[in-house]
């Protein structure tokens, strides 16, 4: 047990001007939160942004473009985009479109809703998917959820919380493409239970609470009251990855938007993100991206200019 828990050992972030940069992907997640909704005429982003929760976007007038991780990425006017927001995103072409909705899930809700485990998968492992139907929902439901999730009746806003998943059951009945990658290999085991993503849910708070300070396997079972073991296995089958792989993840993100948006060393960004040295960055770095931190720093350099 002592490996696994080195493995997962976290650093303290440091300083940094942009005040969204130097948050870590890692820190977004909160059970408390709300489905929020905003419909308004999209923009383009400066830099890159992130947040804990699942981002449905839809589009109303013209497609809009957007760069998640360095990747260009358009979703189609009427379509559902729909990503996990902790990966750094920006928008960056508007396009024609005069409005468009904007529904944060929190990632709890998301998990507990009975949609296909192959795109809870792909979510979670950072992919970016657009729905093959269009039009499956109006301006005028986006409008009305937007009033009802505020409503004081708790049995309006449970209604309008139940018609957003039954949305996202539509795209995986009428089914999706993949925007930009994301998604294991490995089969999809299904039927994760409720008591499995009710302890998830503790495990990625726990996480987001602790982000800057060591932490342990040991230490996030015990806080959830499990076993280590039963704590991992139940991680991997309801994210579909090991807890290690989501802490590296989300260090990876953040790297990726550290290298964009500022011009701070490689050194200081491997500090910053959670790596103990510059050679395990340069390491774990190349495995995920296939090319040293540089060498994509220099590639989106030259593919923004």
């Given at each position: 047990?002592?490996?696994?828990?080195?493995?997962?050992?976290?650093?303290?972030?440091?300083?940094?001007?942009?005040?969204?940069?130097?948050?870590?992907?890692?820190?977004?997640?909160?059970?408390?939160?709300?489905?929020?909704?905003?419909?308004?005429?999209?923009?383009?982003?400066?830099?890159?942004?992130?947040?804990?929760?699942?981002?449905?976007?839809?589009?109303?007038?013209?497609?809009?473009?957007?760069?998640?991780?360095?990747?260009?990425?358009?979703?189609?006017?009427?379509?559902?985009?729909?990503?996990?927001?902790?990966?750094?995103?920006?928008?960056?072409?508007?396009?024609?479109s005069h409005n468009?909705?904007?529904?944060?899930?929190?990632?709890?809700?998301?998990?507990?809703?009975?949609?296909?485990?192959?795109?809870?998968?792909?979510?979670?492992?950072?992919?970016?998917?657009?729905?093959?139907?269009?039009?499956?929902?109006?301006?005028f439901e986006l409008?009305?959820?937007?009033?009802?999730?505020?409503?004081?009746?708790?049995?309006?806003?449970?209604?309008?919380?139940?018609?957003?998943?039954?949305?996202?059951?539509?795209?995986?009945?009428?089914?999706?493409?993949?925007?930009?990658?994301?998604?294991?290999?490995?089969?999809?085991?299904?039927?994760?239970?409720?008591?499995?993503?009710?302890?998830?849910?503790?495990?990625?708070?726990?996480?987001?609470?602790?982000?800057?300070?060591?932490?342990?396997?040991?230490?996030?079972?015990?806080?959830?009251?499990?076993?280590?073991?039963?704590?991992?296995?139940?991680?991997?089958?309801?994210?579909?990855?090991?807890?290690?792989?989501?802490?590296?993840?989300?260090?990876?993100?953040?790297?990726?938007?550290?290298?964009?948006?500022?011009?701070?060393?490689?050194?200081?960004?491997?500090?910053?993100?959670?790596?103990?040295?510059?050679?395990?960055?340069?390491?774990?770095?190349?495995?995920?991206?296939?090319?040293?931190?540089?060498?994509?720093?220099?590639?989106?350099?030259?593919?923004?200019?």
């Amino acid at each position: 047990m002592k490996q696994q828990d080195d493995a997962l050992m976290m650093t303290p972030p440091q300083d940094d001007s942009a005040a969204n940069i130097s948050v870590s992907p890692l820190s977004l997640y909160s059970t408390h939160e709300q489905i929020d909704i905003e419909l308004r005429a999209p923009h383009e982003m400066p830099a890159y942004h992130w947040h804990g929760q699942v981002e449905i976007n839809l589009p109303i007038g013209g497609d809009v473009e957007y760069i998640v991780n360095g990747n260009r990425v358009s979703i189609r006017a009427g379509h559902i985009g729909l990503f996990w927001a902790c990966v750094p995103h920006r928008l960056t072409d508007p396009g024609c479109s005069h409005n468009m909705g904007i529904i944060n899930v929190p990632v709890h809700q998301f998990l507990g809703w009975p949609l296909s485990r192959e795109l809870v998968n792909q979510i979670t492992h950072g992919a970016v998917l657009q729905s093959n139907s269009a039009n499956l929902v109006s301006e005028f439901e986006l409008k009305r959820w937007k009033l009802e999730l505020q409503h004081p009746c708790e049995s309006r806003r449970l209604l309008a919380r139940d018609e957003i998943s039954l949305m996202l059951k539509r795209v995986c009945l009428d089914g999706w493409s993949q925007m930009l990658g994301g998604g294991s290999d490995k089969p999809i085991k299904q039927g994760a239970s409720r008591h499995s993503q009710f302890y998830v849910g503790q495990m990625l708070e726990f996480i987001a609470a602790h982000h800057d300070t060591p932490l342990t396997m040991t230490q996030i079972a015990e806080h959830v009251g499990l076993h280590a073991n039963y704590a991992m296995g139940i991680f991997r089958k309801v994210m579909q990855m090991t807890i290690k792989q989501y802490i590296t993840s989300m260090r990876i993100n953040h790297a990726r938007a550290l290298l964009s948006d500022t011009e701070r060393g490689i050194m200081d960004i491997a500090l910053t993100v959670g790596f103990n040295s510059s050679s395990r960055f340069y390491q774990t770095f190349q495995r995920y991206l296939g090319m040293p931190p540089n060498q994509y720093r220099m590639l989106l350099r030259e593919e923004h200019n």
